[in-house]
C-alpha cells in the first residue's frame, strides 16, 4: 500500500471517528438540556445552538470522508497519477500531450470533486470559526455580567458600611 493510500486512510478513520464521537456528545447534551429547568434562557438557547452547530460540523466531517472514500473507491488518485505521469512524459520529449475526449471528462471530474471537497472543508472551517465566535460573546456576556454583579455587591457593601459608620447598624 502506497504512503498516500496510507495517510488519507487514517485522514478518514480519524474524520468518522471525531465525528461519531461528538456528535453523540451533542445528542448527550441536546437530551440533557431537555432535564435542566434551571437554566437561563439565553444559556439554554446558547448551548443549544452550540450543539446543533457542532451536529453540523460532525455531518460535514463525515461526508468529507465519504468524498474522500469516493476519490480512492473511483481510482480518480491513481488515474490521475497515470495521467500527470503521461503528461510529464511528453514534456520531457518535447511533445505537447493533446486530451481525448475521455481525459478531458476525468479532468472536469476530478477538478470538481476536488473542488467540491475544498467547499466540504471549507464550510467546515467557516462553521467552527462560527462556534468559536458564539464562545467569544457567551463568555463576553457571562464576563459583563460578572463584573456588574461584583459591582453591586460593592455597593451593597460600601452602603451597609456608611450606615454602620453614622451609627445606624
Not at 480518480?76 to 493533446?98: P, S, T, Y
Not at 468559536?132 to 460573546?137: G, M, S, T, Y
Request: proline share 2%; hydrophobic share 50%; glycine share 6%.
Amino acid at each position: 500500500m502506497e504512503p498516500q493510500h496510507v495517510f488519507v486512510s487514517l485522514i478518514i478513520v480519524v474524520l468518522l471517528g471525531l465525528a461519531g464521537y461528538y456528535a453523540w456528545q451533542q445528542v448527550q447534551t441536546l437530551r440533557l438540556l431537555r432535564l435542566q429547568e434551571n437554566l437561563p434562557p439565553e444559556d439554554r438557547s446558547y448551548m443549544r445552538n452550540q450543539a446543533w452547530r457542532r451536529l453540523a460540523c460532525c455531518a460535514l466531517m463525515v461526508l468529507l470522508a465519504i468524498l474522500l472514500i469516493g476519490t480512492f473507491v473511483l481510482g480518480l488518485e491513481a488515474q490521475a497519477e497515470r495521467l500527470g505521469a503521461q503528461v510529464a512524459e511528453d514534456r520531457a520529449h518535447g511533445q505537447e500531450m493533446k486530451l481525448n475526449a475521455e481525459q478531458k471528462r476525468f479532468v472536469n471530474l476530478y477538478t470538481y470533486c476536488w473542488i467540491t471537497i475544498l467547499l466540504v472543508l471549507l464550510s467546515l472551517l467557516g462553521l467552527a470559526a462560527s462556534d468559536l465566535w458564539a464562545i467569544h460573546r457567551f463568555g463576553l456576556r457571562h464576563h459583563r455580567q460578572i463584573q456588574a454583579d461584583r459591582r453591586a455587591m460593592l455597593e451593597r457593601q460600601v452602603a451597609r458600611m456608611r450606615t454602620e459608620r453614622n451609627g445606624h447598624g
